[in-house]
Structures are given as C-alpha cells and as structure tokens.
C-alpha cells in the first residue's frame, strides 16, 4: 500500500514551458487534491475533485488546469509556466466526499522551480 | 468565511522544554480541527484531530483541545524531544457537499535543541 504517490519530485522548468505533475492514490479514495506551499503561506488549495468525473477550483487556481484520470489518479497541468509558479506542490487523497471529517493523506511532494 | 491563525516561528527549545503553540480559527459553520507534522523534506501527516467542541485530540505526547468559546485549538507538549523538530500546522475542515477542504495556517517551525 503505496498511500499517495506524486511524480517527478523535482523540476526545473523556463518560463513558458508547460508540464504535467502526477498524483496516485491507492486507498480507494473519492476525493483528491492539489495544494501548493509557499513560504510563510501555509498550504493553499489550487484545485480538488471531490468525486470521479468532477473537479472544482480552489483558493489559488488560476494559471492551472486539473485532470481527474480515474479514480485513483489526479494531474495537476501548468500550460505557460511562470516564475510564480516556484513552489512544492503536494497532492492529498480523502475517503468519502461529505458528512464525517477524515484526515487527508498527502503524497510527498513536487518541489517545481521555474526560471 | 474560513481561517487559521498560528503563532509564528521559528520555535527554539531545549529538550524536555515545554510546547506551546497557539492556533485560532474563524470558521462559517462547524469545522473539525487538525494539527499536521511535516518532518524536513516530506509531505504533511495528520498529528491530532478533533471533531467536536472540547474535544481533546492527543498522538506522540501532543495534545490539542478544542474550545469552541474561544475559538482555538493550541498545540501542547510536555517534553519535547530532538525528533520533534518539524514544522506544525493547524488546519480546519468544514464538511460541505463537495469535498472536506482543508484550510491551513502558515506553519510554524519548530527546533528542538539538545
């Protein structure tokens, strides 16, 4: 049981280049998550997709577009990277979608610098 | 709408010291409370949690009570070890129809010394 999986765990990206960060969760889990974190600013919620099939923005969402692949899978995509884009983003899986709070589980994190 | 606040760090202490770090929140509606760890260089773990008023949410030697009078949830530990040196988060979920967001304060950073 991996729990919550993320690829690559670094990368160094130009300005204007574009990726793909990979999220896998093997918990059987309905909701996941994209957060990034910044000094002094805590984690915020860029995007999450509560159940498969639906995704939703977050507190910091523009400059980024999600992709929920299936159940187990959730992509966080940076079209036209900019430098205030430097950051460690974490993905974070959760079991059901409402009614009684369960902890989030978090992959272990992208550190993304973009020159 | 939602908030956390932490004091801010970083924290020095000698071992066996005594922790303290406080956390308040604003919230519209009922949240659960949360304290994550993250150790140097990996993602966040839960710590503790609390899902209703004067809970008490207790992991490692950490305790936190949720007091919904004054609206905090403050991080105590009697005697910290070397090994407790992390960065500690406070964070709040409301349950809505769409998904247990997390909100998270800024972190507060904590040395431990020997």
């Known amino acids: 049981n991996a729990g919550v999986t993320q690829t690559p765990k670094f990368q160094v990206l130009k300005t204007g280049q574009s990726m793909t960060l990979q999220c896998a969760q093997d918990?059987?889990?309905?909701?996941m998550y994209w957060y990034r974190q910044d000094p002094g600013m805590g984690l915020r919620l860029i995007y999450y997709?509560?159940?498969?099939?639906?995704?939703d923005k977050g507190e910091v969402p523009n400059g980024y577009n999600v992709s929920r692949l299936n159940k187990r899978e959730f992509s966080l995509r940076l079209e036209s990277a900019a430098p205030s884009q430097t950051s460690v983003y974490f993905c974070a899986s959760i079991l059901p979608t409402s009614g009684v709070t369960y902890e989030q589980y978090f992959g272990p994190g992208t550190r993304l610098t973009v020159t | 709408g939602n908030s956390v606040t932490q004091m801010e760090g970083p924290v020095t202490l000698s071992e066996e010291a005594f922790l303290t770090i406080n956390c308040t929140y604003t919230a519209t509606g009922y949240p659960s409370l949360f304290w994550y760890v993250q150790y140097p260089g990996e993602g966040l773990q839960l710590l503790l949690k609390?899902?209703?008023?004067?809970d008490k949410g207790s992991n490692k030697g950490f305790e936190a009570t949720y007091r919904k009078e004054t609206t905090s949830f403050h991080l105590e530990k009697g005697s910290v070890q070397v090994s407790d040196s992390a960065v500690y988060f406070c964070a709040l979920s409301v349950s809505t129809g769409g998904g247990n967001k997390l909100t998270f304060g800024t972190g507060t950073q904590l040395k431990v010394e020997l």
């Open positions: 918990m059987n889990h309905n909701s």
């Open positions: 997709s509560a159940s498969e099939g639906t995704t």
């Open positions: 609390a899902t209703k008023a004067d």
